[in-house]
């Protein structure tokens, strides 16, 4: 199922769930989503869809919905807020402003099953929900970190891409990517650190939008000409193919010869495509369709008075230039 398809779905079952319109005979299992417009969060909600199809028979529906623009964060709280007030059977939720999710959680007091997926609350919050299922995103950050110093051993300056401030997964990954490279716990930013200097106006904050994204990244290129190393926490600009091979033809001499490297998260066919072209040198891919898929199921266990592991993380897929993996095709 397209983009535009799964947008236009999410959109028309909240509107239906709010008129009771929706699978009058289902009980409804949420998959909150930070925004319909981000392409990794199609693939989950294709995951959601899928589940849908294959418990066809179940007293149980799957619903994938999120805001339309992942910006909308006071968006995203509201629909979760509206699905407690409506009294659905589970929620999984991926927060994009972790605090103001805690916030409402706390004072709404939501007496089903709550899990976080793809994002997870902050560690002083994690009561609120049930488990987290997702990316171990710190180890990300560990992984993109790893690949920045084997392609650079010699270290250089850096700038680090991140999405909405209050997302805590995307902190988590730059914790784990700054920690390693300084072979110590809680570093706020690389100042010749081990070799890494974090470039001045760096890190830079795409709010999950694309063309900003690829805005943000253009521009860093032109202030910091002898950049060594561009890291996409998340893979927004690289979820825009245009514009990012527009950014990347600029500096594709660079990248050939790597004076400047790349490294992105998520493997996404666009970014499988732009590793192969010789766009990127890194891929660390998540798996938002596993996400989707299973997280009815967890919702599931835990109404029914089981337990699950917490956290319970999926794995995460590799893409080096010497072993591309699932991009090599």
């Given at each position: 199922?397209?983009?535009?398809?799964?947008?236009?779905?999410?959109?028309?079952?909240?509107?239906?769930?709010?008129?009771?319109?929706?699978?009058?005979?289902?009980?409804?299992?949420?998959?909150?989503?930070?925004?319909?417009?981000?392409?990794?969060?199609?693939?989950?909600?294709?995951?959601?869809?899928?589940?849908?199809?294959?418990?066809?028979?179940?007293?149980?529906?799957?619903?994938?919905?999120?805001?339309?623009?992942?910006?909308?964060?006071?968006?995203?709280?509201?629909?979760?807020?509206d699905l407690i007030s409506r009294g659905v059977a589970g929620i999984a939720i991926s927060p994009s402003n972790a605090p103001a999710m805690a916030n409402m959680l706390r004072a709404a007091n939501p007496q089903?099953?709550?899990?976080?997926?793809?994002?997870?609350?902050?560690?002083?919050?994690?009561?609120?929900?049930?488990?987290?299922?997702?990316?171990?995103?710190?180890?990300?950050?560990v992984g993109m970190a790893k690949e920045a110093m084997k392609l650079r051993p010699a270290g250089g300056s850096v700038c680090l891409q991140l999405g909405n401030v209050a997302a805590a997964n995307i902190n988590?990954?730059?914790?784990?990517?700054?920690?390693?490279?300084?072979?110590?716990?809680?570093?706020?930013?690389?100042?010749?650190?081990?070799?890494?200097?974090?470039?001045?106006?760096?890190?830079?904050?795409?709010?999950?939008?694309?063309?900003?994204?690829?805005?943000?990244?253009?521009?860093?290129?032109?202030?910091?000409?002898?950049?060594?190393?561009?890291?996409?926490?998340?893979?927004?600009?690289?979820?825009?193919?245009?514009?990012?091979?527009?950014?990347?033809?600029?500096?594709?001499?660079?990248?050939?010869?790597?004076?400047?490297?790349?490294?992105?998260?998520?493997?996404?066919?666009?970014?499988?495509?732009?590793?192969?072209?010789?766009?990127?040198?890194?891929?660390?891919?998540?798996?938002?369709?596993?996400?989707?898929?299973?997280?009815?199921?967890?919702?599931?266990?835990?109404?029914?008075?089981?337990?699950?592991?917490?956290?319970?993380?999926?794995?995460?897929?590799?893409?080096?230039?010497?072993?591309?993996?699932?991009?090599?095709?």
């Amino acid at each position: 199922m397209r983009k535009t398809t799964l947008m236009l779905v999410g959109a028309a079952m909240v509107a239906g769930l709010a008129s009771g319109a929706v699978a009058a005979d289902k009980k409804i299992l949420a998959v909150v989503v930070k925004g319909l417009d981000n392409p990794f969060f199609t693939v989950m909600g294709q995951g959601c869809a899928d589940w849908n199809a294959a418990h066809a028979d179940s007293e149980y529906e799957c619903l994938y919905t999120g805001p339309a623009l992942s910006s909308d964060e006071a968006g995203e709280v509201q629909i979760v807020q509206d699905l407690i007030s409506r009294g659905v059977a589970g929620i999984a939720i991926s927060p994009s402003n972790a605090p103001a999710m805690a916030n409402m959680l706390r004072a709404a007091n939501p007496q089903m099953p709550i899990i976080t997926v793809d994002a997870d609350l902050l560690p002083e919050d994690k009561a609120l929900r049930r488990t987290y299922f997702g990316t171990n995103n710190y180890d990300m950050g560990v992984g993109m970190a790893k690949e920045a110093m084997k392609l650079r051993p010699a270290g250089g300056s850096v700038c680090l891409q991140l999405g909405n401030v209050a997302a805590a997964n995307i902190n988590e990954r730059a914790a784990g990517f700054r920690d390693t490279i300084a072979g110590a716990k809680g570093v706020d930013r690389l100042d010749n650190t081990n070799g890494w200097t974090e470039a001045a106006g760096c890190p830079v904050f795409t709010n999950d939008d694309i063309p900003t994204a690829n805005q943000q990244m253009a521009d860093v290129f032109t202030a910091n000409p002898d950049l060594d190393a561009f890291v996409l926490v998340g893979g927004w600009a690289q979820f825009g193919p245009q514009a990012y091979a527009q950014n990347t033809d600029q500096v594709m001499d660079k990248l050939k010869s790597k004076d400047l490297i790349i490294i992105a998260g998520d493997t996404l066919p666009p970014q499988t495509q732009a590793f192969r072209e010789g766009r990127s040198h890194f891929q660390i891919g998540q798996r938002p369709y596993q996400m989707g898929n299973e997280a009815p199921d967890i919702l599931i266990t835990l109404i029914g008075g089981g337990s699950v592991d917490d956290p319970k993380f999926t794995g995460l897929d590799l893409c080096t230039i010497e072993e591309p993996g699932i991009c090599a095709n």
